[in-house]
């Protein structure tokens, strides 16, 4: 059974940076593409960045310039370094993974930015 787990969700403040982490448990394939979204307090969870196993990236407007998805040197790692964090990006961040049609969820982990 594939599981993803994500770390490195807190509190910082406006204007500061976070880094989140995700690895995959129990997968003997390769999940293309993995990716990061987020849901706030009463809206639909949202896409924030994917990237393929070929290393193409893809960003939510709201996200670029300040986010950076990268994928770890294990396989089944993704990251997301986030600058310049604002009050808007606080939210649920979860890690995703898709293995042909299936797509796979972490948990969540909290990311909160005060002002």
């Known amino acids: 059974q594939v599981q993803l787990v994500e770390s490195g969700g807190g509190l910082v403040q406006a204007g500061g940076s976070l880094r989140l982490s995700c690895a995959a448990s129990?997968?003997?394939?390769?999940?293309?593409?993995m990716g990061w979204y987020r849901q706030a307090p009463g809206n639909r969870r949202e896409l924030v960045a994917t990237?393929?196993?070929?290393?193409?990236?893809n960003y939510a407007d709201s996200v670029k310039g300040r986010f950076t998805i990268s994928k770890g040197n294990a396989k089944n790692t993704v990251y997301l370094e986030m600058n310049s964090l604002k009050r808007e990006d606080t939210a649920v961040y979860y890690c995703?993974?898709?293995?042909?049609?299936?797509?796979?969820w972490g948990q969540g982990t909290q990311v909160t930015v005060s002002s």
């Open positions: 995703n993974g898709v293995w042909f049609s299936h797509n796979y």
């Open positions: 129990g997968s003997i394939f390769t999940l293309n593409p």
């Open positions: 990237i393929t196993s070929g290393g193409s990236t």
